[in-house]
């Protein structure tokens, strides 16, 4: 059985906000295997099983609130005793431009809360995650991820939902490599801005796998940065920005918690 891992944060105040695409890419997901709606709340978790495509799976909404997300996860896994190598994060990414995904077999929590819970929570990171771009912020990224999506965006949301439960399913059937290949690549159709570390030439639009394979698949799925000659706050080599934001050369931004009592940032 494959475990499906969407991160967000429970209640309708968050519901369609970008810290939330993980949901709802599950909910993508329940919809093509015929189980929305039916799911059940244990262990501080909402979870469901299905079939699809001959892949039998659970999807799991922990309702821990982002900063907590490990706890639930690592609950489900010792309860389902699901192998970690058959476990999957959907996770969103501002490091990464709207429309863009990416998929890795492990890696760091790269700053991110949610990420960052499940790991010291299992003490591992070698566990497979979707990340989801949502977009760079603007000066304040923690008002960025716990914003709802622009109107041009929201009309683009659903092919984006639609290209991320693709790449789960290819890597329920395939695993993370051919996803990876199959999916790292990808853009979505109209997105004006390239991922930095892309030569505008080699995006490729469209959705679905057929566009995936199209040969503009990008070399390095980790991304390399922007290299700056004087980097300024908030830039690669420079100190934070006032918003607590640096840009790392493998492209992620860190954010400096501002309040510890709110659970949903991160």
């Known amino acids: 059985m494959k ?7 429970p209640g309708a105040k968050y519901a369609r906000t970008r810290h939330n695409v993980g949901w ?20 501080a978790a909402v979870a469901v099983r299905g079939r699809l495509h001959d892949v039998d799976m ?21 309860r389902e005793r699901v192998p970690l190598e058959e476990m999957l994060v959907v996770v969103d990414d501002f490091a990464l431009p709207f429309g863009r995904l990416r998929i890795r077999a492990d890696g ?9 819970s499940i790991v010291a929570e299992l003490e591992t990171q070698r566990f497979a995650r979707v990340r989801v771009g949502i977009g760079e912020p603007g000066r304040d990224a923690i008002d960025h991820v716990l914003s709802s999506f622009t109107r041009e965006e929201e009309r ?22 051919k996803a990876a290949n199959l999916w790292n690549g990808w853009i979505l159709e109209g997105t004006a801005t ?3 570390d892309e030569p505008a030439g080699r995006r490729n639009g469209g959705a679905g796998p057929a566009a995936a394979g199209a040969g503009s698949r990008d070399a390095d799925a980790g991304g390399s ?22 840009r790392t050369t493998s492209g992620w931004r860190r954010i400096l918690p501002r309040d510890p009592g709110d659970r949903s940032r991160g």
Do not use: Y
């Not at 475990?3 to 944060?9: A, D, S």
């Not at 890419?25 to 244990?42: H, K, N, Q, S, T």
């Not at 984006?160 to 290819?170: H, K, P, Q, S």
């Open 3 to 9: 475990l499906i891992v969407g991160l967000g944060n």
């Open 24 to 43: 709802m890419v599950l909910d993508r997901l329940a919809d093509r295997a015929g189980i929305a709606g039916r799911g059940r709340e244990r262990d």
């Open 58 to 78: 659970m999807l799991v909404k922990p309702l821990t609130f982002m900063n907590d997300s490990g706890i639930a996860v690592r609950k489900v896994l010792a």
């Open 108 to 116: 760091t929590h790269g700053g991110h809360n949610g990420l960052r």
């Open 156 to 177: 683009e949301l659903p092919a984006l939902l639609d290209a991320a439960a693709d790449a789960v399913e290819t890597w329920a059937r395939d695993g993370a490599a």
């Open 194 to 196: 390239p991922n930095a």
């Open 225 to 246: 940065g922007i290299a700056h000659v004087d980097p300024a706050p908030g830039e690669v080599g420079g100190p934070p920005g006032p918003d607590g934001i640096r």
